[in-house]
């Protein structure tokens, strides 16, 4: 899920960056500094969206550099257990895909794939054996998270799901409702 929040923090701005605006100055470091930060309690840091207060400097012996105690705001994305999520199929492997989930991309499991026996084929399509259904890269996806691991910063992992209710490619949930429905008016 997307969120904004209100953080307040000391923001270093360098010598090199005395010359222009201090607000200027300030929001270019902040997007230096959370840009791409990823962790467990914040998610992923998309940028800064707002600078709300910006404080007096203090310079720190031996660093050269000003310290301002900032309010702003920053966009992030947090992957929470069990939320559904739109993505797009970026790739597909032997073990499975990988569904563009905002900033990162979720795995999907070959047998997380589908509600059926998948087989991967060398023009890397995912199929179903007895449902004949294929996902392919670029196809637009409904997923559900369910694993969430941030153990190496650097490359946290998100699991998704597909083989629930109304999950999986948009073109096969969307004829999957018009069978129901057309069921449904012919008794």
């Known amino acids: 899920m997307f969120y904004e929040l209100t953080i307040k923090d000391h923001v270093r701005v360098s010598p090199s960056k005395f010359d222009t605006d201090v607000r200027e100055s300030v929001i270019k470091s902040l997007n230096d500094a959370y840009e791409g930060y990823v962790s467990e309690d914040v998610g992923f840091v998309i940028g800064v969206s707002e600078v709300e207060n910006v404080g007096e400097g203090v310079i720190?012996?031996?660093?050269?550099?000003?310290?301002?105690?900032?309010?702003?705001k920053l966009f992030v994305f947090r992957p929470e257990i069990q939320e559904v999520v739109l993505g797009r199929v970026s790739e597909i492997?032997?073990?499975?895909?990988?569904?563009?989930?905002?900033?990162?991309?979720?795995?999907?499991?070959?047998?997380?794939?589908?509600?059926?026996?998948?087989?991967?084929?060398?023009?890397?399509?995912?199929?179903?054996?007895?449902?004949?259904?294929?996902?392919?890269?670029?196809?637009?996806?409904?997923?559900?998270i369910i694993a969430a691991s941030y153990k190496d910063a650097a490359n946290p992992k998100i699991g998704v799901t597909m083989r629930q209710h109304r999950m999986g490619p948009l073109k096969y949930i969307e004829e999957d409702i018009k069978k129901e429905t057309d069921k449904k008016k012919n008794g």
């Open 93 to 144: 492997t032997d073990f499975g895909a990988f569904l563009e989930i905002g900033p990162i991309d979720g795995m999907v499991h070959v047998s997380q794939a589908m509600d059926d026996y998948v087989s991967f084929s060398k023009e890397g399509v995912l199929t179903g054996k007895e449902s004949k259904r294929v996902l392919k890269i670029n196809d637009l996806c409904r997923g559900r």
């Open 60 to 72: 720190v012996p031996g660093d050269g550099a000003a310290f301002y105690e900032t309010t702003f």
